[in-house]
């Protein structure tokens, strides 16, 4: 099957997560990246470890997030190694960084310069706060971003403190906003001929996630958000949204009616809370009534009365326990890539499915450098 977007070529200049997110998506689509890398520790988080898991020398991350893309090592501060990258740039659709602000102009590939280079070129840029400000040179780290921006008040139970998502939500969340404002763009430019300029902040992607929240707290007149004192899985959301411990694990329980869940849960105190109003402003002793007696039996009991009812409930899962189930197994979410050298790992496939195939690909993470043979004779660099 033909790919979305082959015959499309990207020139990444990016690093670490978040826009590489993005181009990772790109090649996933079809489309040839080409990662620009400077030469000796090229990517930096070749080497930034956020586990302890390496693979073929490479840290997880690094694996996890280019594959599918080839490797081109230079040096843009010499001029003959930057002539051949701006001449792979006259060559291209995309030109893509997440630079700090000013980093790009002086090395020689800001917008007015490529521009200059490839008048139709789409040239894509995340920062960690936007170009202007003077929050403009802070560090665009995931954590940060989180703390800054409100998400961490809206997650754990009420007096825990700030609690962040475990995980670089920020980074994966900025590099798909980019990637859709590249694909529009070659949407046009397949329209029209002409390329455009994409500018993504990580702090107004942070934003945006909490559209619902923040729409909330300017109706409400700015008050507070309050998170439940405990199984708090929504500070906005009235009970018995959260997650409860069983027997003998633990389950998820979304929306629901409490004299619904009172009766089929043979707990009577619930069937008492008839006002929908008392779901939100009693939150607090209708969670801890239902914890309580949700402890009595084993997860598997509790569904078995719940799901037949059309009740939205789930098991909570581990990754093994997931991966060994059905449900997952059909999905075929996991595939195993090469890299050059022959070593080979298994990691995530993209999520999205094109008549009625999944977009797959046996191409793993670079080695640095990797390509530059073959790309300097395909494009006569």
């Known amino acids: 099957m033909m790919k979305p977007l082959e015959g499309i070529v990207v020139v ?24 620009i890398e400077q030469p000796g520790m090229g990517d930096l988080s070749r080497d930034l470890f956020f586990s302890n898991i390496v693979l073929d020398g490479e840290s997880s991350m690094f694996a996890a997030v ?6 081109y090592k230079a040096n843009l501060k010499d001029e003959k190694e930057k002539k051949k990258v701006d001449k792979l740039i006259q060559q291209a659709d995309v030109v893509m960084h997440n630079y700090r602000p000013g980093v790009a102009e002086r090395l020689g590939i800001d917008f007015e310069s490529v521009k200059k280079m490839n008048p139709e070129i789409i040239y894509a840029e995340l920062s960690g706060y936007g170009k202007e400000g003077v929050w403009k040179d802070k560090p665009g780290l995931d954590l940060l971003l989180q703390s800054l921006s ?15 998502i475990g995980l670089a939500v920020v980074d994966i969340l900025s590099g798909g906003h980019l990637c859709q404002g590249i694909l529009s763009c070659l949407l046009r430019k397949a329209r029209t001929g002409k ?17 619902e929240s923040v729409t909330a707290f300017f109706r409400d007149g700015g008050q507070p958000t309050e998170r439940t004192k405990s199984n708090c899985a929504n500070a906005y959301l009235g009970a018995p949204y959260g997650i409860y411990e069983t027997k003998n694990g633990y389950m998820a329980l979304a929306m629901g009616q409490i004299p619904v869940l009172g009766k089929l849960l043979q707990c009577a105190p619930l069937e008492t809370y008839t006002e929908v109003s008392s779901w939100f402003h009693q939150r607090d002793e209708i969670k801890d009534i239902l914890a309580n007696h949700l402890k009595t039996k084993d997860t598997a009991d509790w569904l078995a009365v719940l799901e037949p009812a059309d009740i939205w409930c789930a098991q909570v899962m581990n990754w093994k326990t997931l991966f060994d189930t059905e449900a997952f197994k059909i999905l075929k979410m996991i595939q195993e890539v090469n890299v050059g050298d022959g070593y080979r790992y298994k990691t995530t496939r993209c999520p999205i499915t094109v008549n009625e195939t999944f977009l797959t690909s046996e191409l793993g993470m670079p080695k640095l450098g990797e390509h530059n043979a073959m790309l300097e004779k395909e494009y006569s660099l």
């Open 150 to 164: 409100g998400l961490t008040q809206l997650n754990g139970n009420a007096g825990a403190g700030p609690v962040p």
């Open 195 to 211: 390329g455009g300029r994409v500018e993504v902040s990580m702090l107004e992607s942070a934003l945006e996630y909490q559209f």
């Open 12 to 35: 990444d200049f990016s690093q670490f997560l978040s826009a590489p997110s993005a181009s990772l998506r790109l090649a996933d689509l079809g489309a040839r990246v080409i990662k």
């Open 66 to 71: 280019n594959r599918n893309k080839l490797s």
